[in-house]
């Protein structure tokens, strides 16, 4: 059995650990919320951006933009990654990275040259441990990032693939449901979808459901809407990757953290418990010695 001490300066140790992750999900909890407005404010605008897009390319072929062409044959495919700098968020980028992997096996099972653009040190971290070439990598961002991380990103990608250097380019990132939902998400930006899916929850999906679609008109003329809209889609797009990362990042770390926090209560009472029987067997025993003691000296 482990003396007083031992259990005492343990159970000291849990509870500064305890200290700590409450700290920690404090700070995450602050951060969410800022995180969460971010993404919420953006969403809407993203998902309309997506559907007037959708509607726009499907009165186009693939000929009316370079981003809508769909190659013949797809050699080299590149893999936007997005996720956190820093861990002690649970099993997030595991998730994302696995996610990741998953997709890059499948395509090199298909032929395909499998090139990486990573966002976030994690993820970074394990791509270098793989055989993937890694085309960027941007460490040390996702707590303060903005649209122009998205826009320089999205200039890669867009110059690789118009001068041929890419044939297809694929996002993955935490898309952020509710605080105890994060989910990974695989969107193909390029080449870009003629017919982008209805946003869910949205007025639009309201209307459809009752037979009503809505309708467009555009000026000037297709093509020239295209070449202006169609890389500011793939940097929007992207920017919505990064800021549902964010806010998922946040989540998943605050709901760790409270584990943690619950975790030490738990281990903090089982050492109490286990401290006080301890106590309890010390003066036991010490009793034991007293009375062997009298009982010693009465018999002589």
């Known amino acids: 059995m482990p003396s007083l001490k031992d259990v005492k300066m343990k ?20 951060k969410l919320r800022g995180a969460q407005s971010r993404i919420e404010r953006f969403r809407p605008y993203a998902e309309k951006f997506q559907a007037v897009l959708g509607d726009l390319a499907a009165k186009s072929d693939g000929s009316a933009h370079a ?3 769909r190659r013949a044959e797809c050699h080299v495919s590149v893999i936007i990654l997005a996720t956190s700098d820093r861990g002690l ?3 997030f980028n595991a998730m994302l990275i696995a996610k990741a992997l998953d997709a890059a096996r499948t395509k090199t099972a298909e032929g395909k040259t499998v090139k990486f653009i990573c966002v976030g040190k994690k993820g970074r971290d394990a791509i270098r441990k793989t055989d993937y070439e890694i085309l960027s990598a941007h460490a040390d961002v996702m707590g303060s990032f903005d649209f122009s991380l998205a826009s320089a990103i999205g200039k890669d990608v867009v110059s690789g693939y ?9 996002l993955i990132y935490g898309k952020f449901v509710s605080v105890a939902r994060q989910v990974p ?9 003629a017919a982008a899916p209805a946003a869910a929850g949205s007025a639009a999906d309201g209307a459809s459901a009752q037979g009503v679609s809505e309708e ?9 809407l295209l070449a202006e809209i169609l890389p500011r889609f793939v940097n929007v797009q992207i920017y919505r990757g990064l800021l549902d990362t964010s806010a998922s990042e946040n989540a998943a770390r605050m709901s760790a953290m409270d584990n943690a926090t619950r975790n030490c209560d738990d281990l903090i009472a089982s050492l109490t418990l286990l401290y006080n029987k301890t106590r309890q067997a010390s003066i036991t025993n010490d009793l034991m010695d007293i009375v062997g003691g009298a009982n010693a000296l009465q018999s002589q």
């Open 185 to 193: 998400l695989v969107q193909t930006l390029l080449p870009v979808e």
């Open 162 to 170: 118009t001068h041929k250097a890419m044939d297809e380019v694929t």
């Open 216 to 224: 467009y008109t555009y000026e000037p003329e297709v093509t020239k």
């Open 11 to 30: 159970i000291v140790g849990v509870r500064k650990t305890k200290q700590i992750t409450k700290a920690m999900n404090m700070v995450a909890s602050a």
């Open 89 to 91: 968020c649970g099993g």
């Open 67 to 69: 981003l809508l062409e």
